[in-house]
C-alpha cells in the first residue's frame, strides 16, 4: 500500500509574475496527481497539498528550485489527496486575505517590519524570563475564533473575529491597546498569518511583537502536549482537526450538551452551514444538527 503524506508551506518573496508562478504549480501538481490549495500573490506562495509520498516529495523537491523558494519551511503530516476535494491553484493579491495587501511590505528576506522570531524552545524561554520579573506573556490568537475552540495557548488572547479581514478592524478599534507595552507572542497554525499579523500590530504601536516560527505546528512537533498548547489543532481539510499525542485533552464543548469534543459539523440549516461542535452523542442522535446562533427558524430542512 502506497505511504500517503499532506506538506504545509509558505514563502515570502517577491513575486514579479504570479500568474507564471500560479501555471507551474497547477501544471507540477496534476503532473503527479497532487490535490490541495495553492495561493500565490506579488507577495509569494502559500500552500497545503497532499498525494503519494513520492511524488509529494518530487513535488517538495522541485518547487524548492524555483528562485526565492530555496528556503521554504515544509511542514509533513499524515492524510493525502484524499483528504482535499479538488487542486485548486489561485492568484489572489494577499496570501493570506487580511484586507490591507498596500500595507504589507516583502523583500527578499520576507516581510519587512514583521515580529521577532521565536523557535519552540525560544518561546519557553521567553515565558520563563519574563515570569522571572514577574512579567507574563501575552498569547495572541492569529487565527479565526471557532479554531481556537478546540485547542488555544493557555491564557491566550482569542479575538472574536469570523474571518481574517476582521483583525484590521479589530486592532484599530482600541480594545486591545492596553497590550501595547508588554510582551506579545502571536501564533496561528503554521506561521503565515503571523508573519502580516506582528508586522500589522507593529505599524499600530505594539512595541515587543514576536511570531512563534513555524506555528503551532512546529511547537507540537517539539512539546506534543507536555507544553504550553493544549488541546486539538483545527485543520483545513477533511481531518477538520489532529493531536500532537495521545494525552491531548479535548477543550471543545458540544453545542448541545457542552460534552468535550473536537469534532466539528455544519449546522444542517442550508442558509447557514456554520461549523459548529457536537460530541459523537448528539451527532448522532437523530436531532438536526444546528448551531447555537439561532438560524434554526430562518430555514427548514
Known sequence: MALNRIVLFY?????????????????????????GRIIVSSHGINATVGGELGAVKRYVRVTKEYPGFHGIDVKWSEGGAEDFPRLSVKVRPELVSFGAPDELRVDA???????TRLTPQGLHELVDSQRAEGQDVVFF???????????????????????????????????????????VVTYCTGGVRCEVLSAL?????????????????????????AGLWEGSLY???????????????????CARCAAPTSEYHNCENPACRQ???????????????????????????
Open 141 to 183: 490568537d492569529g487565527r479565526n475564533s471557532f479554531e481556537a475552540q478546540i485547542g488555544r495557548f493557555k491564557g491566550a488572547v482569542v479575538p472574536e473575529i469570523e474571518t481574517t479581514r476582521d483583525f484590521i478592524r479589530e486592532l484599530d478599534s482600541g480594545v486591545y491597546d492596553d497590550l501595547k507595552d508588554k510582551p
Open 11 to 35: 514563502c515570502f518573496t517577491p513575486l514579479p509574475d504570479p500568474e507564471a508562478v500560479r501555471l507551474w504549480q497547477r501544471t507540477l501538481c496534476e503532473g503527479l496527481g497532487l490535490r
Open 275 to 301: 461549523l459548529t461542535l457536537f460530541c459523537p452523542d448528539c451527532a448522532g442522535d437523530g436531532e438536526p444538527l444546528r448551531c447555537p446562533s439561532g438560524c434554526a427558524s430562518e430555514v427548514s430542512v
Open 109 to 115: 528576506d520576507g516581510v519587512v517590519g514583521g515580529g
Open 235 to 253: 485543520v483545513f481539510d477533511r481531518r477538520m482537526h489532529v493531536e500532537f499525542s495521545e494525552h491531548a485533552v479535548e477543550i471543545g464543548e
Open 201 to 225: 500590530m507593529r505599524r499600530r504601536g505594539f512595541k515587543e511583537v514576536y511570531q512563534l516560527d513555524g506555528g503551532i505546528v512546529r511547537y507540537g512537533e517539539a512539546f506534543q502536549d
